[in-house]
């Protein structure tokens, strides 16, 4: 039976003293990540709203004051972790360098970095399909108190403190993990609290979905043309099923909730993989493996990787331990 009255607050207390280094830092940077959720959930739902005006001949959608979704999103969790005072430096998407964040205070403890992916799956707003935000959560390496610098968030994902995502779908979800396993969080929109509705997620071993961007096929490596054909062949428990929503936040949850296997190979169109390192794949890596699952490039852990740059892409192979294993046996014997 799901527990379904602790709220999420309510956890990242009980769970505080899990925490090796806790000084209730980590769930203080919780608290603003929930909030600023809540403030970008409020944002996509109206954006659907504004869309619907705009159809219908409002010409005061058009224009400067209207900010794209990924603009605002990035806007509201820079502004909401800023504020708060409680992190040294953030890294997104949006943002060609990383944010140095200058406490008020002078002794100035802050030891955290988040990078994140604001609004993840942002060719889906304007079509009402789920969107998300990814983040990713590193302690500093340089020495507390000084301005934060590009090494301490070219950290591999291994270095993790935490990561997460929320999705903005049929309902509205944070999920995350600080290496004690996954746990997911259902807003209740009418009174703004997101409680345990998932805990403890898994991934099923093995699945039968594959979600590709299949379009690109003829852009793939043999490797993965082959793991397509295999997906699709008619022998013991396939063909697989097809599934592809182009929102990884979105695919990834459906496959931790079904079973699958989500790919974004290298190809002639993206030559090192399309998805960035530090604020895709590694953080969705983290949640794969505290779910059971397997993230790699096609050959090595995805968590292992040394980035070298704040952008960086990599291939990425997502899911179900046994379909990931698969899809690297086809790329071993292509290699
Ligand atoms: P973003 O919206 O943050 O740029 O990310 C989009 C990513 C990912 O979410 C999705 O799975 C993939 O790009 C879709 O790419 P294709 O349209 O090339 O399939
Ligand atoms: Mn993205
Ligand atoms: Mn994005």
């Not at 409020?42 to 794209?68: C, F, S, Y």
């Not at 005072?85 to 060609?96: A, K, L, N, P, R």
Request: with cysteine; aromatic share 10%.
């Amino acid at each position: 039976m799901q527990q379904r009255n602790t709220t999420l607050g309510e956890f990242i207390i009980e769970k505080q003293t899990e925490f090796q280094y806790t000084s209730g830092e980590l769930s203080k940077l919780f608290n603003a990540i929930r909030l600023a959720a809540k403030v970008v959930n409020h944002e996509v739902n109206k954006a659907g709203l504004v869309d619907i005006l705009g159809a219908a001949g409002d010409t005061n959608v058009q224009g400067e004051d209207q900010q794209k979704l990924d603009v605002l999103a990035n806007d509201k969790f820079i502004q909401t972790l800023k504020n708060r005072e409680i992190v040294c430096g953030i890294g997104s998407e949006e943002e060609d360098d990383f944010i140095a964040v200058n406490s008020s205070d002078e002794q100035d403890q802050n030891k955290y970095i988040v990078l994140m992916d604001p609004l993840d799956g942002s060719s889906n707003i304007d079509v009402n399909v789920s969107v998300g935000t990814i983040f990713s959560i590193y302690r500093r390496i340089t020495p507390i108190g000084s301005p934060v610098q590009l090494e301490d968030f070219l950290q591999p994902g291994i270095k993790q403190v935490a990561a997460g995502y929320i999705i903005y779908g049929t309902s509205t979800m944070l999920v995350y993990t600080t290496g004690h396993g996954v746990n997911g969080f259902t807003l209740n929109p009418a009174i703004g609290t997101f409680y345990l509705s998932h805990p403890n997620m898994k991934f099923p071993e093995t699945g039968k979905i594959y979600s590709v961007n299949e379009g690109n096929y003829i852009h793939f490596p043999k490797g993965v043309k082959d793991y397509i054909k295999y997906c699709q062949e008619e022998e013991d428990d396939r063909p697989y099923t097809s599934r592809y929503i182009g929102s990884l936040v979105a695919d990834f949850h459906r496959n931790m909730i079904k079973g699958g296997i989500y790919l974004y190979p290298e190809s002639s169109l993206w030559p090192s993989g399309k998805l960035r390192l530090l604020y895709e794949c590694n953080p969705m890596a983290f949640l794969a493996e505290q779910a059971g699952a397997k993230a790699t490039d096609g050959f090595r852990r995805i968590m292992e990787i040394e980035p070298t740059e704040l952008h960086q892409r990599v291939p990425f192979f997502c899911g179900s331990k046994k379909m990931v294993e698969k899809a690297e046996e086809f790329m071993a014997r292509n290699a």
